[in-house]
């Protein structure tokens, strides 16, 4: 069973719920899904947090996780804005990635933020930040296939 086809199990067994923080866990060996979902209808879901685990990138280089970077950049096209990689941070092993654009409502900017680390954790939030304000987390929503597909594209860029 693939770490798609386990996180879809997971999913339909915790039926729905809203307003309230409850961690979906899926794991294959040498991979697994934790996320933290505030919302979960017959549609869609709305997460704080989605991250990835794989044991193949417990000892990534700096140009391992840049590969898996712009594999995630060519996959994630399906989001509300593209994702590309801004920032490398070589000392500490680490790739971060947001929306560009971002998207912009009066005077209100949000995006998404992907982490890729050494370690092997990718993860995925969403942030909004006003001017002079510092930014906040926002759930991200997507449907329940759109939450399906950043499984399997999570897992198939760390390969």
């Not at 933290?36 to 017959?42: A, G, K, Q, W």
Request: net charge neutral; charged share 25%; aromatic share 6%.
């Amino acid at each position: 069973m693939s770490l798609t086809e386990e996180a879809k199990k997971v999913l339909a067994g915790l039926g729905t719920f809203a307003g309230g923080p409850h961690t979906l866990v899926a794991a294959q060996p040498g991979e697994r899904l934790e996320c933290e979902l505030t919302t979960l209808d017959r549609v869609g879901c709305e997460f704080t947090r989605f991250a990835y685990h794989t044991d193949r990138l417990a000892k990534a280089t700096i140009d391992e996780l840049k590969r898996v970077s712009e594999a995630l950049a060519a996959r994630l096209t399906y989001l509300l804005e593209p994702i590309k990689p801004i920032e490398q941070d070589a000392e500490g092993c680490v790739i971060q990635m947001r929306s560009l654009p971002p998207q912009r409502d009066a005077d209100v900017t949000s995006y998404y933020e992907v982490l890729v680390r050494r370690g092997g954790e990718l993860s995925l939030c969403r942030w909004a930040k006003a001017p002079g304000d510092v930014r906040q987390q926002l759930p991200a929503q997507v449907t329940r296939e759109v939450f399906l597909r950043l499984v399997g594209d999570f897992s198939a860029a760390a390969k």
